[in-house]
């Protein structure tokens, strides 16, 4: 470790600060996990004391367990009641919430506020504006539920489910009405400056949206920008993904080889008539995720709505790998087109499978490429660099909370 590093470390931990992080955890493993765990780390890390405040949304399978997680998601006393007790308990100087739902709530935050804590909330989706935080519908963006309404939820029944869409937009619409989350949160975070100007333009003043992107540690990643065998898709396999898209430029693109890794459970259709040159492997981690990437000549993102930040990107760039993404949201930010990878136009799958046909024809390109992004990604969303933008927002949040309190 340099001298100055090690300096600075001796220095977060001589300021270290008490955080409670708030997260619900979702039924099945997702980016907002891995997110969170590594925020926990660094904080951990530096010095700083980590405590949590977490359910799983894991098992909520049958109708009574939906039922419970339709009002939970709205205000839980019972939440409110456990987190009282956690804070009589434990000193807490901040409080940083992930996802309140559904066994949560916004009830939390209002107990937060009246005991005079900072919080801030980390927001990698549009939660806040649209019922299912996606900004989606039928594979294109959508954004009629800004400003509050959302019972475009329901009328277009955005969660493919009627009671799933009523039970979304009723919580949303409890929540922005009562001011419950924008009225009790200090400083929101966002993971891109895309994301930034989309929390302003829904009503969040900027002065209190802070840009902390993930944290891609190149330390714990190999060098793996030597060119591959395969074009690869990593994530959750949804519509908004653009899987289908993936898999139709593979269809036109029959002698070259594709591989997905990702949870099918949730499209099991998708595999159904897809061409022989895509291979299904099913959800990876660790090594097996790992040696995934490293067998890869390209990643692709082709996603369909407005990314926050992908950890398949992140993860794909710090190992080196040239990628080609859509020209949508936060990516074209991410991704600089025709230096760390290229971009095409969102949901054109012929301009996708040129893309790759290009850049695939160019090995030596894609492993300048993928040096490239390895080099942005360390010096942009290195564990270092993350760290600092976070404490400066716990600064903020912290200053916010003492003039409210000077004011009472």
């Known amino acids: 470790m340099r001298e100055g590093e090690a300096r600075g470390r001796r220095e977060d931990a001589a300021n270290s600060m008490r955080v409670l992080i ?13 997110a969170v765990r590594a925020i926990a780390g660094l904080l951990t890390e530096r010095g700083h004391d980590v405590a949590w405040f977490r359910k799983s949304s894991a098992g909520l ?66 939660r806040l504006f649209c019922s299912t935080g996606l900004h989606v519908w039928r594979g294109g963006i959508c954004e009629r539920c800004l400003y509050g309404r959302h019972w475009w939820c329901v009328l277009r029944n955005c969660a493919e489910g009627v009671m799933k869409s009523t039970g979304y937009a009723i919580r949303s619409t409890v929540a922005s009405a009562a001011r419950m989350v924008v009225g009790n949160v200090d400083v929101f975070i ?12 829904g009503g969040i003043p900027e002065e209190r949206i802070a840009v902390v992107p993930n944290i891609v540690d190149t330390a714990g990643l190999p060098d793996r920008s030597d060119a591959g065998h395969v074009v690869g898709f990593v994530g959750r396999l949804s519509p908004e993904k653009g899987v289908r898209q993936f898999i139709e430029a593979a269809r036109l693109l029959r002698e070259y080889r594709f591989a997905v890794a990702g949870d099918i459970s949730d499209m099991p ?36 709505w407005y990314e ?5 990107l992140g993860t794909a760039m710090g190992m080196g790998k040239a990628v080609v993404a859509s020209r949508l949201g936060a990516l074209p930010e991410i991704v600089d087109d025709g230096r760390t990878g290229l971009l095409f136009e969102a949901g054109r799958v012929d301009d996708l499978a040129e893309k790759i046909d290009w850049l695939w024809k ?37 200053r916010l909370a003492e003039m409210r309190g000077s004011r009472r």
């Open 22 to 34: 708030v997260h619900n955890d979702y039924a099945k493993p997702s980016g907002e996990e891995h």
């Open 61 to 126: 399978d049958s109708l009574a367990d939906r039922v419970r997680a339709f009002f939970s998601g709205i205000y839980s006393i019972a939440a409110r009641r456990e987190m009282a007790e956690l804070l009589d308990h434990r000193r807490v100087d901040l409080v940083q919430v992930q996802n309140l739902y559904p066994l949560i709530s916004p009830s939390v935050l209002g107990l937060c506020r009246k005991r005079g804590l900072p919080v801030v909330m980390r927001c990698p989706n549009y």
């Open 190 to 201: 966002v993971l891109s400056e895309f994301q930034k100007r989309r929390f302003a333009a």
């Open 269 to 304: 259709g998708v595999a159904r008539g897809a061409p022989a040159n895509v291979r299904f492997l099913g959800f990876l981690s660790g090594g097996e995720l790992r040696e995934f990437y490293a067998n890869a000549r390209i990643i692709v993102v082709p996603s369909l």
């Open 308 to 312: 926050g930040f992908p950890n398949a």
């Open 362 to 398: 160019r090995p030596e390109l894609c492993s300048a490429m993928g040096q490239a992004a390895r080099e942005k990604v360390a010096r942009e969303y290195s564990p270092g660099v993350c760290y600092g933008r976070l404490i400066r927002v716990y600064e903020k949040a912290t």
